[in-house]
C-alpha cells in the first residue's frame, strides 16, 4: 500500500466539508446511503462566524486505481497568525497541499498565511476551483488571482507550474476544463497521486516521530499525532521523549497505536515510516517532542512551542446579576475547565491566584485567548476578564517585552494612516514593498503591548480591506509607556432597567453602551464620558409626574443615538486595569473592578500612593 499524506486549505464557506466528504463517499469509506452527523472537515459555529480553523484535524481516505490502494491522510490546517507555529508543525507532517478556493469569491485573506507557510517550506500546491457550477463563477479571473497570490508570496517556479482542477464538491465530481458539469473525482485522486511526492523516509532506520497535536481521552490520558519519519513502531514498544534541545522527558512505552481511518481513530498494532499515527502510553511528553527508541539521542529539528506573551485573569463573577445566565460559576468548576484546556492546548498556561478564585490564563495572542473566554461562555460558563497584559522578563539589559513582527496588506492609500498608528505603538517599520494591484506590503518590529485592540482601529482605518498577520518575534528592550484609552467612563449608580428618558439626558455627557430596559447595576460601566476623568450618573432616573403631566405607557417622542455594542474582544481590548468585562453565555457587560464607590476611591488611593 502507498501512501500520500497531504494537507488542505480552504476559507469557512468554500466547499472543503462537502469536497472530503465525497471523497470519502466515492473512495468507499462511507456507504451511499450512510447518515454523517459529525464530520472531520466540519466547522464549528466559533470557527464559521470567525472564518478561521481553530484546531487542526486528521483523516484519510483509501483510494483503490489499477490494483493498488493508496492511503491518503488529509490534514486540515488552523488559518491564523496566533496559531502560526502549530501551522509550521502540521505541515511538517505533509508532502503537499490542496488549495480549495471558491470560483466566485476567489482566495480570500484567511487562507494567505498558511497558503505562505506551505510554500516556504517548499510544498507544491494543488489548486481546485470549487463550486464550478454557480452561476455567478468566474473561474479565468479567479485563477489569475491565484497565480498572484502566489506570485506575490515569493513562490518558485515549481511551486507556480501547478496543476489546476475545476470541481462541484456537492455534485461530487472534478475536471482539468473550467466547463466541467459531471462525473466522479478521479481526477483529484490521480492529480493527488501524480503531485504528491510519496514520504521519502527510511523504514528501516531507528523509530522516531515528531508529535504535532496533542489530545486528550478520558480513558487513554494524553494522545499525540505525528509522522513516524524513520523505523517502525509496535504495540507495547519501549520508547522515551526528547524535548528540542535532546533532553529526555520521559521513558514509556506505546501501550496502545492509532491510525486514521476515515473519520474515526483505529487501533493498529505497527506502523511505520511515512504513515500519521496517534500514540498513547506517556504522561508528559507534549507538542515538539521527539518520540524515538531508547538508544537514540538526537531529536528532530523541530520549532519550540512560543512562549506566550499575554496574561488574563480569568475570575468567579461577583457582580449582581451573577448565576442568572450561566450555571457554571464556581471557582472549582472554572480551575477543572482551565487546566483540562491547558493540557489538550499547548499555548495556554494556567496559574492559580493567592486568593483561589481568580486565574492567570497566559497565551499568544487576543484571538486565542478570546476564542478560548467564547468556548466557555458557549459551555455555560460566567467569568470576569481583565485587561489583557503583556508578560515582561528580566534580560541582560533590564526589562524586556515581548515583540512581534507584524505584516500588513493595505490599499496604497491607507498606509499612510497605518505607519502613524503602529509609529504611535511603539513599532518600528523593517520593510515597504508595493504587492500588486494597488496594494503596499508593510512589515513592522512591534511590541505587543501595543497591539492590544489595534486589530478593530485597524479594520476601520482601512475600510475592511486590511490584512494583517502577527507572529512571535522575540524579547527586547523595553519601549516605555504607551499612550492608552483617552477617555474616561460613565459608571451607573443605581441598580435596575435602564429608562429612556434618563438615557436621553446623559448622551450630551458621551457616547452610550446600553439601551432602554437593559439591566444595570451599581458600579457598570454604561459609556463613554467625553472628558477624561470617570462620571457617576443615575441612568433610572424618571420623569417627575406633576399635575400636568401623566405617566404614559412610553417615553414619547424620545430619540436616542445607536449605543455603541462591543464584541468581546473590542471589551476585553477597551478596558482599563481597573475595569473588568463580565462574560455570560447571553451578555457582555463592562464593569468596575470594585463596584462599590468608596471601595474605587481607597483603591484609587493605594495606586497613587504606590
Not at 120 to 138: E, M
Not at 169 to 195: K, M, N, Q, W
Request: glycine share 8%; with cysteine; aromatic share 6%.
Amino acid at each position: 500500500m502507498t501512501i500520500r499524506n497531504v494537507a488542505i486549505i480552504a476559507h469557512v464557506d468554500h466547499g472543503k466539508t462537502t469536497l472530503v466528504d465525497q471523497l470519502f463517499r466515492q473512495s468507499g469509506t462511507f456507504r451511499d446511503n450512510q447518515r454523517v452527523e459529525e464530520r472531520a472537515m466540519d466547522s464549528s459555529d466559533l470557527e464559521k462566524e470567525r472564518g478561521i480553523t481553530i484546531l487542526a484535524k486528521c483523516t484519510s481516505v483509501e483510494w483503490e486505481h489499477d490494483g493498488e490502494t493508496t492511503h491518503i491522510n488529509i490534514v486540515d490546517t488552523p488559518g491564523h497568525a496566533d496559531f502560526g507555529a502549530e501551522v509550521e508543525r502540521i505541515l511538517s507532517m505533509v508532502d503537499g497541499v490542496i488549495l480549495l478556493v471558491d470560483s466566485a469569491e476567489g482566495p480570500m485573506p484567511q487562507t494567505k498565511f498558511v497558503t505562505g507557510k506551505a510554500l516556504s517550506l517548499g510544498l507544491k500546491p494543488i489548486v481546485v476551483v470549487n463550486k464550478i457550477d454557480r452561476p455567478d463563477a468566474r473561474p479565468a479571473e479567479v485563477l489569475d488571482e491565484i497565480f498572484e497570490l502566489f506570485l506575490n508570496l515569493e513562490a518558485n517556479d515549481e511551486q507556480l507550474d501547478f496543476p489546476t482542477l475545476y470541481a462541484s464538491g456537492r455534485a461530487g465530481y472534478a475536471g482539468r476544463t473550467d466547463d466541467v458539469r459531471s462525473g466522479d473525482l478521479t481526477p483529484l485522486f490521480e492529480t493527488i497521486l501524480s503531485h504528491v511526492p510519496a514520504p521519502g523516509l527510511d523504514p528501516d532506520g531507528e523509530f522516531k516521530m515528531l508529535a504535532t497535536l496533542l489530545d486528550r481521552d478520558p480513558f487513554l490520558g494524553r494522545i499525540l499525532t505525528g509522522r513516524i519519519e524513520s523505523g517502525r513502531l509496535t504495540m507495547n514498544m519501549p520508547i522515551k521523549a526528547l524535548d528540542v534541545e535532546g533532553d529526555l522527558v520521559e521513558e514509556g512505552r506505546a501501550t496502545k497505536i492509532f491510525a486514521f481511518r476515515g473519520l474515526e481513530r483505529v487501533p493498529v498494532e505497527e506502523a511505520e515510516a511515512g504513515e500519521i499515527v496517534a500514540i498513547a502510553g506517556l504522561i508528559k511528553a507534549t507538542v515538539s517532542n521527539t518520540f524515538a527508541e531508547p538508544q537514540v539521542t538526537e531529536p528532530i529539528k523541530a520549532r519550540p512551542i512560543d512562549p506566550p506573551t499575554l496574561a488574563m485573569s480569568f475570575s468567579v463573577n461577583d457582580s449582581p446579576y451573577a448565576g442568572r445566565d450561566g450555571d457554571k460559576v464556581q471557582s472549582r468548576v472554572i480551575r477543572d475547565r482551565l487546566e483540562r484546556e491547558a493540557e489538550s492546548n499547548v499555548a495556554i498556561r494556567v496559574t492559580m491566584a493567592a486568593d483561589n478564585d481568580s486565574f492567570e490564563v497566559a497565551g499568544r495572542g487576543e484571538l486565542q485567548l478570546g476564542v478560548l473566554i467564547e468556548t466557555l461562555r458557549r459551555e455555560g460558563f460566567e467569568l470576569s476578564i481583565s485587561r489583557p497584559r503583556v508578560l515582561y522578563r528580566d534580560g541582560p539589559s533590564g526589562r524586556e517585552e515581548p515583540y512581534e513582527t507584524v505584516v500588513v496588506d493595505v490599499d496604497d492609500e491607507f498606509s499612510g494612516t497605518v505607519i502613524d498608528k503602529m509609529a504611535l505603538r511603539k513599532a518600528e517599520m523593517t520593510d515597504m514593498r508595493p504587492s500588486g494591484g494597488g496594494k503596499t506590503r508593510l512589515t513592522f518590529s512591534a511590541p505587543s503591548r501595543g497591539l492590544i485592540g489595534y486589530h478593530g482601529e485597524f479594520l476601520s482605518d482601512t475600510r475592511g480591506t486590511g490584512i494583517m498577520n502577527r507572529l512571535f518575534e522575540k524579547y527586547g528592550p523595553y519601549k516605555g509607556s504607551i499612550q492608552g484609552r483617552q477617555n474616561g467612563v460613565l459608571i451607573s449608580m443605581e441598580k435596575g432597567a435602564a429608562v429612556a428618558y434618563a438615557l436621553n439626558a446623559l448622551e450630551e455627557r458621551g457616547v452610550l453602551f446600553i439601551s432602554p430596559g437593559d439591566l444595570l447595576y451599581e458600579g457598570m460601566i454604561i459609556g463613554e464620558n467625553a472628558k477624561v476623568h470617570d462620571l457617576e450618573v443615575n441612568p433610572l432616573k424618571s420623569k417627575q409626574l406633576t399635575n400636568f403631566r401623566a405617566s404614559g405607557p412610553k417615553d414619547e417622542g424620545i430619540r436616542l443615538t445607536p449605543p455603541r455594542r462591543m464584541s468581546l474582544e473590542q471589551a476585553i481590548a477597551y478596558i482599563q486595569d481597573d475595569e473588568l468585562v463580565e462574560v455570560t453565555p447571553k451578555v457582555v457587560r463592562l464593569r468596575k473592578r470594585f463596584l462599590d464607590p468608596h471601595e474605587r476611591k481607597r483603591a484609587s488611593r493605594k495606586m497613587e500612593a504606590a
